[in-house]
């Protein structure tokens, strides 16, 4: 059955880093794209980054472009977030998610949840300041 493990979460102070990883399997992982996102207490659901099954294109939020980055390792069928210089308002669950095709709107690669089929549980991520 299909899976997504999220890892790698924690508390850590503002301008701390810590890097995610989703685990997945029970799916043809090379054939879909990989999102991460989080949910804070009272918020929506909102697309952190998210990479294109060939990998080539890569979304960011604008709040993380140039603090996080993402990658795909397909032979471990694993996807990595590296966050950098984070900041309180990162504080949320963190959910990795995986969709059967990519999505562009107004010819940008898109990172939008409900695009996205299959759901793992969350890691907390806590920036204490």
């Known amino acids: 059955h299909v899976q997504l493990q999220a890892s790698g979460g924690g508390l850590v102070r503002a301008g701390g880093s810590l890097r995610l990883s989703c685990a997945a399997s029970?799916?043809?992982?090379?054939?879909?794209?990989i999102g991460w996102f989080r949910q804070a207490p009272g918020k929506e659901r909102e697309g952190v980054s998210c990479?294109?099954?060939?990998?080539?294109?890569?979304y960011y939020k604008d709040s993380v472009r140039g603090r996080f980055t993402i990658s795909r390792d397909n032979a471990r069928n694993t996807v990595h977030l590296q966050m950098n210089g984070l900041q309180v308002e990162d504080t949320a669950v963190y959910f990795c998610?995986?969709?059967?095709?990519?999505?562009?709107?107004?010819?940008?690669?898109?990172?939008?949840?409900?695009?996205?089929?299959?759901w793992g549980q969350g890691t907390q991520v806590t920036v204490s300041s």
């Open positions: 998610a995986a969709a059967p095709r990519d999505t562009w709107y107004s010819g940008e690669y898109s990172c939008f949840p409900t695009d996205f089929d299959f």
């Open positions: 029970g799916f043809d992982f090379d054939y879909h794209g």
């Open positions: 990479i294109s099954v060939s990998g080539s294109n890569t």
